[in-house]
């Protein structure tokens, strides 16, 4: 069965960390581009983070440059999500995808087009992230 399966979840205060990863069972993820997304509560979900196969090149979303890192590895077919400095905004559900049958994020006008969800195959459940005093 092909799936991913997100961990590292929970509640921390604004300003705080928390590593989430992202494990494949099933398939390897060394071809692969992969992608974070997450979604609060009444909106759209938004993709985050995104890296590529082959170079590890990364992407990111506006909204968590600087704060977020993506990283993977392959070895343990796994990717990772750290994220610092978090915001009361960042709270929402965290999932990972891959991107379907291609080594690189979707681009469009030479950015990294993190609306196109429907790109990506074998969503997780998701981890929850909630960022509170």
């Known amino acids: 069965q092909l799936q991913f399966v997100e961990s590292g979840g929970g509640m921390v205060q604004p300003g705080g960390s928390l590593r989430l990863s992202c494990a494949a069972s099933?398939?390897?993820?060394?071809?692969?581009?992969i992608g974070w997304f997450r979604q609060a509560p009444g909106s759209e979900r938004e993709g985050v983070s995104c890296?590529?196969?082959?170079?590890?090149?990364?992407n990111y979303a506006d909204s968590v440059k600087g704060r977020f890192t993506i990283s993977r590895d392959n070895a343990k077919n796994t990717v990772y999500l750290q994220m610092n400095s978090l915001k009361p905004e960042d709270t929402a559900v965290y999932y990972c995808?891959?991107?379907?049958?291609?080594?690189?994020?979707?681009?469009?006008?030479?950015?990294?087009?993190?609306?196109?969800?429907?790109?990506?195959?074998?969503w997780g459940q998701g981890t929850q992230v909630t960022v509170s005093s």
């Open positions: 995808a891959v991107v379907r049958g291609a080594p690189r994020c979707p681009f469009r006008g030479g950015r990294w087009d993190n609306r196109r969800e429907d790109l990506y195959d074998f």
């Open positions: 099933g398939f390897t993820l060394d071809y692969y581009a």
């Open positions: 890296i590529s196969s082959g170079t590890g090149s990364t």
